[in-house]
């Protein structure tokens, strides 16, 4: 198949806020996992980070690993920090035979900060746009050469959240510089996830995401934090949500678009029961699947 699914452990064990989830164990999140049908799943918190000891763990379960999330610093160091301080994370997603690493711009990022609304977060200009343009290809070509590819994560409270930026964004990178595409991060930040799929050729990854719209509503009004509009239940598993993903789907399949799709949606565990979520997700995203052909 062009596509496989695979699951985020975010809805088990929250990276951002630990608090939530914290004392569910890595083994639950897995066996449920693949009990809702997924054949994957990312790097989570309480993942261990050695090979010979996460590789069993996973082959136990029946799971790959898919990917994981890299906080990037690379607007306040050099291409050569940049990859001095990735290695480790790198060695183990190349290791385990991912294909994609993603990767997201945080300096000066407020996704992280519950006192910071969303209106603060830092933006480029010219002259920025150009120079971390170029840097981030020279990070992807070195990446390349390592066998696994940049997928550059567009995030809500970064330098690249909404349309705008992601076309800047692709304008300003060489190919070798992939696109994940994030459907709630999208409409989070007002864009159509569908009409991304535009950029089909320079997407290498995809996180499946809904977003409740009167949530939407309301955490725009108030200029809320990320983690705030987290906690509020801003976003939810595909099916949960108001996102059309027949739409994307089919976008994505026009596009010709090869990879995982990923479910991933930061909730409450305590008031979104990670294992019935996860299967919803599944059932809703597995349908539209078959529906586009992909």
């Not at 567009?154 to 992601?166: F, P, S």
């Not at 809320?224 to 027949?246: K, N, Q, R």
Request: net charge negative; hydrophobic share 45%; glycine share 10%.
């Amino acid at each position: 198949m062009p596509v496989r699914l695979g699951i985020s452990p975010i809805g088990w064990n929250n990276d951002d806020m630990p608090e939530l989830g914290g004392n569910t164990p890595l083994e639950t999140c897995l066996a449920e996992a693949r009990l809702a049908g997924f054949e994957g799943i990312e790097l989570g918190n309480k993942f261990p980070r050695d090979v010979a000891v996460l590789g069993p763990i996973l082959d136990r379960h029946g799971l790959s690993l898919i990917s994981g999330w890299y906080s990037g610093r690379l607007l306040d160091q050099s291409v050569a920090e940049e990859l001095a301080a990735i290695d480790a994370h790198c060695s183990l997603l190349v290791a385990m035979g991912c294909t994609v690493l993603v990767y997201a711009e945080t300096s000066g990022g407020i996704a992280g900060d519950r006192r910071r609304s969303l209106s603060s977060r830092p933006r480029l200009d010219d002259a920025d746009w150009r120079d971390f343009g170029f840097r981030l290809t020279e990070l992807a070509d070195r990446l390349s050469r390592r066998s696994i590819r940049l997928a550059y994560h567009h995030h809500m409270g970064t330098v690249v959240e909404n349309e705008a930026e992601i076309d800047r964004l692709l304008a300003e990178t060489g190919d070798g510089v992939g696109l994940l595409l994030d459907t709630g991060h999208l409409a989070f930040a007002g864009a159509d996830p569908a009409a991304i799929a535009r950029y089909g050729h320079r997407i290498n990854h995809v996180h499946c995401k809904d977003v409740r719209r009167d949530m939407l509503a309301s955490v725009r009004a108030s200029d809320a934090s990320f983690l705030g509009a987290v906690l509020e239940g801003i976003f939810t598993v595909p099916g949960g949500g108001c996102i059309d993903f027949d739409e994307v789907l089919a976008a994505l399949a026009a596009a010709d678009y090869r990879g995982w799709l990923v479910v991933e949606a930061e909730q409450d565990p305590a008031k979104a029961p990670p294992l019935a979520y996860a299967r919803l997700g599944f059932a809703h995203l597995s349908a539209a699947v078959a529906r586009a052909g992909l």
